[in-house]
């Protein structure tokens, strides 16, 4: 597990755009139970490519696509455990893959970008590559 002070600032850099944080195993739970509507959920992690292209480039997606998802959302592989583990499940029959982005309509998994389509992207692809999945399903 990774120290608070350590991953405070990259949790920053989802939540200073809007995503809301879900440390617990309930918190995931409450949200996609009979959840209607869109949900984004990016699984963070320490690693570089979270860092130079995940989390830019979703940020990017965000702010400047014309549709975007109702509700944004985050866990942070490596740090809430409980509740890093509950969002894979709903993001099965994927692999467990940090970072990874994950977009549910109305509680289902309706697209999921693992980590092996992030790393050796830059973060306008992978943004421009949301804006694209959000104007299909949002």
């Given at each position: 597990m990774y120290p608070e002070e350590l991953v405070a600032p990259m949790r920053t850099e989802l939540t200073q755009t809007g995503f809301e944080e879900f440390r617990t195993a309930e918190q995931v739970d409450e949200h996609l139970k009979d959840h209607?509507?869109?949900s984004l959920i990016v699984i963070n992690s320490v690693c570089g490519c979270a860092?130079?292209?995940a989390r830019p480039g979703v940020n990017m997606a965000v702010q400047h696509s014309t549709k975007t998802p109702d509700?944004?959302?985050t866990v942070f592989a490596g740090v809430d455990m409980d509740a890093t583990a509950r969002a894979r499940e709903y993001t099965l029959?994927?692999?467990p893959s940090s970072?990874?982005?994950a977009l549910f309509k109305?509680?289902?998994l309706v697209h999921m970008v693992e980590r092996h389509h992030i790393e050796g992207r830059p973060a306008e692809i992978i943004a421009q590559?949301?804006?694209h999945v959000f104007e299909e399903y949002c």
């Open positions: 209607k509507g869109t860092a130079g292209t509700h944004l959302a029959p994927y692999p970072p990874s982005i109305d509680g289902e590559h949301l804006e």
